[in-house]
């Protein structure tokens, strides 16, 4: 099939298969919702300097007694998990706690203890939108389908810096139609902008469990009103 070597533009829109979505999905619950950063007085949830109004679309729910979450009913204090809403008409919850953290803050646990020295969501799911994810694509003429992502981290500074690797990348078309491929690229940006991209979600969800014994994930295909910086990368080609 054709090759791409352009870099689409900062305001191209973008489609993230769902696959490509969970990926974002696990990034925001462990970095954006971590209780050891919040109680390290660390990010969006302890400084309001770092909050910002964020998509309607963005409506994140920690489900853990769903089958599909592989859920237990208890956390490893013993604390019994309930449903947690965590991002509702654009704004971010509280930070999810163990028994220790809830301890060192003067709050309640919220049934996230994992044993370890940060409590994070455990079964973060991206409730579904209204589209099909072709109809996300016909609205995206001129951008890009993100397949998958890759090495998806954040790095150290203000308002949560990511990187990671876009994969699978295709041309849309006029009609919605995925077009020419585009090699691996390099993504990068801050992830509550990200967030505030959103402008779309698809009906249909993709479960992911990834290695390492980290939290399984639901979500749908989303839609990015702009897909922000993507810069070529010969380390990405490897």
């Known amino acids: 099939s054709e090759i791409s070597e352009s870099v689409p533009e ?22 954006v919702f971590s209780g050891r950063r919040f109680v390290a007085g660390q990010g969006p949830l302890a400084d309001p300097a770092e909050r910002r109004s964020l998509s309607a ?16 009913p208890f956390d490893y204090d013993g604390v019994l998990k309930r449903r947690r809403e965590l991002v509702h008409d654009g704004e971010l919850a509280g930070p999810v706690l163990d028994l220790e953290l809830a301890a ?8 996230h203890g994992v044993a370890g020295e940060d409590a994070t969501p455990g079964h973060p799911q991206w409730l579904a939108g209204e589209e099909a994810e072709a109809d996300l694509l016909r609205r995206s003429a001129g ?54 991209a959103v402008d779309g979600a698809a009906r249909d969800r993709a ?13 749908p295909a989303l839609r990015l009103s702009a897909v922000g910086e ?8 490897g």
Request: hydrophobic share 50%.
């Open 10 to 31: 900062k305001e191209a829109p973008a489609v993230l298969a769902a696959e490509a979505a969970v990926a974002l999905l696990e990034l925001v619950a462990r970095e």
């Open 57 to 72: 679309v963005v409506r994140l729910v920690d489900e853990p007694r769903e089958a599909i979450a592989l859920g237990f």
């Open 104 to 111: 060192r803050c003067g709050r309640l646990s919220t049934g």
């Open 143 to 196: 951008g890009i389908r993100i397949g998958s992502i890759e090495n998806l981290r954040c790095l150290p500074g203000p308002g949560l810096p990511f990187r990671g690797v876009a994969r699978s990348v295709r041309r849309i078309g006029a009609d919605g139609a995925l077009e020419a491929a585009l090699p691996p690229l390099i993504w990068t940006g801050k992830l509550l902008d990200l967030l505030a």
């Open 207 to 219: 479960l992911w469990i990834p290695a390492a014994h980290r939290a399984p994930a639901v979500a």
């Open 230 to 237: 993507l810069t070529p990368s010969r380390e990405a080609r």
